[in-house]
């Protein structure tokens, strides 16, 4: 079985354990230069040093990647320790980390409460691929919508990430994958953003990011700040199920690359695959999608479209998206369908899914089928949650792996989105 192929290592012990974050202290991470420099002053340190101390923090945490406060060793030792007092820079708890024979990733990590409220788990998962890596990254624990083919979908709403736990996946995923500068680079010193274990990143995971508009924006604008994470905005891409009012704010205010799930070419199939779309129509996307800033030849939407058998998968099917979006600049997308337990669909056939993208292709688009991946490790948003949950449930016993197993082979993974 796939399983036994795949390496889970046991967070459970010690060793492998990194700090927790605390439950009462409030984060740094996700505060940008004006949040530092706010943080600093709230701890007494006068404003003619904020600037400067602020620049430091930033460099320590983002540029740096530390979770130690004592790492910072340009800063004195009277600072780092009040600084640990009031404020808080570990990790999230890492519940689970699979690592799939062809190299895919997926966390489960857990954040601690912040205020009122319960721990909550957010699943990410990194992609290798031939001169990049992509990080599929959760906007919120679970999602109001509710599409008809999609596992998240039938998970409550838990609530919004905040702008650190978004950054904290990104974070920790290249803790984990050995992606930050190691702890004896110079302090100042350039660190290039060339040859990046995670050089992509796919607003992707659970939730709608542009439900969470804020804290997605504040979380992508210090990933794409160039003297931070320094992720270049043309390499994060923020998928969206068609929030219209947020569409042309995304490019404006992040100017990040844009894509839609679309689906369905008819109204009246959307309405029911994507539900969103009784509220905001194909025709009000496409328009939105036309507006979008920024968009050329050299960036254009990617239009997602899950292959589902004998739903929204004939040729007549592919014409009528060959039309829909013409004079927008698009790639297209063709998703498996990734089959989950109880979900009413089938994926297309292998021979469909070719014959409709050979129309596409033939029209002038890009359409690249997006090859299964992380099968052995459950690699599909949504679906590493739910496993997770059902195995603490009767204590991991067999009969469970087993039905872990069982999932395992169904499950196929939405892979490398994103920049071509
Ligand atoms: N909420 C956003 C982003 C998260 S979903 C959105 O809907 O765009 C990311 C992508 O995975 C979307 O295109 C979504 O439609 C697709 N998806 C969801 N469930 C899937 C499944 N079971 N198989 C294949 N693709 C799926
Ligand atoms: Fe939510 Fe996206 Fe899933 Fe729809 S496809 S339920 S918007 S996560």
Redesign the pocket.
């Known amino acids: 079985m796939a399983f036994d192929m795949t390496l889970t290592l046991d967070l459970t012990h010690p060793a492998t354990r990194p700090p927790v974050a605390s439950v009462d202290k409030p984060p740094l991470i996700g505060l940008d230069r004006a949040g530092l420099k706010e943080a600093l002053g709230s701890i007494g340190i006068e404003t003619r040093q904020q600037n400067m101390r602020a620049g430091q923090l930033w460099h320590w945490l983002y540029v740096r990647g530390i979770s130690d406060f004592d790492a910072m060793v340009n800063v004195s030792k009277d600072l780092r320790a009040e600084l640990k007092r009031h404020f808080s820079i570990a990790r999230p708890d890492i519940v689970e980390e699979q690592i799939s024979q062809d190299g895919t990733r997926k966390w489960l990590f857990r954040f601690p409460p912040r205020g009122a409220g319960r721990p909550v788990e957010v699943e990410t998962v990194y992609i290798p691929e031939e001169g990049r890596g992509t990080l599929?990254v959760?906007?919120?624990v679970g999602?109001t919508?509710t599409?008809s083919?999609?596992?998240?979908?039938t998970q409550k709403l838990v609530r919004n990430l905040t702008a650190e736990e978004i950054l904290a996946q990104i974070m920790t995923a290249r803790d984990r994958l050995g992606d930050f500068p190691g702890a004896d680079t110079p302090v100042g010193a350039i660190v290039p953003s060339e040859g990046r274990k995670v050089s992509n990143i796919?607003?992707?995971?659970?939730?709608?990011?542009?439900y969470n508009f804020d804290n997605v924006k504040q979380a992508l604008l210090i990933a794409t700040d160039g003297d931070g994470l320094s992720l270049s905005k043309r390499r994060v891409t923020?998928?969206?199920?068609?929030v219209v009012p947020e569409i042309h704010r995304t490019g404006a205010e992040m100017n990040v690359m844009l894509?839609?799930?679309?689906?369905a070419v008819t109204d009246e199939l959307r309405d029911v695959l994507?539900p969103i779309n009784k509220k905001y129509p194909l025709k009000d996307l496409l328009d939105a999608c036309r507006a979008y800033p920024g968009l050329s030849n050299a960036r254009r939407i990617t239009f997602?479209?899950?292959?589902l058998k004998g739903v929204n998968d004939s040729p007549a099917d592919a014409r009528q998206l060959v039309r829909l979006l013409k004079g927008i600049p698009a790639k297209i997308?063709l998703?498996?369908?990734?089959?989950?337990p109880g979900?009413g669909?089938e994926?297309s056939s292998w021979e469909t899914i070719e014959t409709f993208a050979d129309i596409v292709n033939h029209a002038g688009y890009a359409s690249p089928i997006r090859t299964p991946r992380g099968r052995d490790i459950l690699a599909?948003?949504?679906q590493l949650k739910s496993a997770s949950e059902r195995m603490r449930k009767t204590d991991r016993d067999a009969l469970e792996a087993q039905r872990l197993d069982e999932m395992a082979l169904q499950a196929?993974m939405?892979a490398g989105?994103g920049e071509a």
């Open positions: 599929c959760s906007s919120q999602c919508l599409c083919f999609c596992h998240t979908g796919v607003m992707m995971g659970m939730g709608e990011p542009l923020l998928s969206t199920s068609g894509a839609i799930s679309l689906h994507v997602e479209y899950v292959m997308n998703i498996p369908f990734n089959k989950w979900a669909y994926c599909a948003c949504g196929m939405i989105h």
